[in-house]
């Protein structure tokens, strides 16, 4: 029986954290993961997972001994660990409808800012969106190229936000890299999407995708979906273990772009396979522990709070989205 090898977020939607890079030598050498994404009688869980101090400093140079991973509440063996900085597949979800109009310099600014530290594997693709998202830049190694095409961004119209996050997810599905992105600059709610926010909410629970949202809301907007922008960036991050950072001046965007940058660089990479072999479709909690005295007061452990498995006959249904919280 053919069963599904999956991912449990190893893909990233961007936003932005600040930490110094280090690459210490790994005492636990990665396997290589399989290149195919159907394998039988075999799955994979990977959960990214970033440890901070109580000062936001990124933790480094901990091995696989150093955590505990369960789901369900059930304790699983760690099979896979990467602790280094590798490659990332990262898009960008640009908003360029109308009232992005003002902000659109400095937004692009901040995209080309998180372009200036790469790895020579990386790979991006850009999507603008307002009346209807649409994938400017496919998949691309060639940076000059990108950040040429990139400042031809023009804004009209409205925001079809949950219809670009489906666009993004499903190029996702085409990276080369295991470590994948997307960074979603918006300034506001959702007003002409097709797709539902329970829809994309089950989507990127299922793909293994983490978010990162910067969200550059107006203080005295006054419509349903504006006002409602930062609930709802807020939850697509958490669902998948990133980040929502709401932006209180554009000028900020640069600092919090370096910052998410860096923060996808040390994350570690915790693989596993479940014990039940879950193929329902159903959502499965995942919670991660350091190994470490004291770290529940040292230390600050940010993760996906769990995944929706594949289903051995087609997609599983959920009645409603599983809860978004950070773990700690």
Known sequence: MTQYYFRAGSTFMVCLLTATISRPQSPDPAPLLPTLRLQMDVQLALIPVHVTTPFGGAVTGLNRGNFHL?????????????????????????????????????????????????????????????????????????????????????????????DAIDLGLRVEKKARNTRRAIVVLSDGGDNHSHHTE??????????????????????????????????????????????????????????????????LRQQYLLGFTPDSQPLDGRYHSVKVALDQPGSADQFHVQYRPGYFAPNGLGSGISPEPAPAQARR
Do not use: W
């Open 70 to 162: 369960f789901q369900d509440g059930v304790e699983q063996r760690i099979t896979y660990f990467v602790n280094e900085d590798a490659p990332l597949s990262v898009g960008f979800l640009l908003d360029s409808s109308q009232s992005m109009k003002d902000k659109m310099e400095k937004s692009l600014l901040a995209a080309n800012e998180f372009l200036k530290s790469t790895h020579p594997d990386d790979e991006f693709f850009l999507v603008e969106f307002n009346e209807h998202p649409r994938l400017r830049i496919p998949f691309t190694r060639d940076l000059e190229d990108f950040q040429r095409r990139m400042v031809k961004t023009k804004s009209l119209g409205r925001t079809s936000l949950l």
């Open 198 to 263: 329970r829809e994309i909410r089950k989507a990127v629970q299922e793909a293994d995708v983490q978010i990162y949202t910067m969200g550059l809301f107006d203080p005295n907007a006054k419509s349903k979906e504006e006002q409602d922008g930062p609930r709802l960036l807020k939850g697509l991050a958490e669902d998948t273990g990133g980040k929502h950072f709401a932006v209180d001046s554009v000028d900020d965007l640069r600092d919090i772009c370096v910052r998410v940058n860096r923060e």
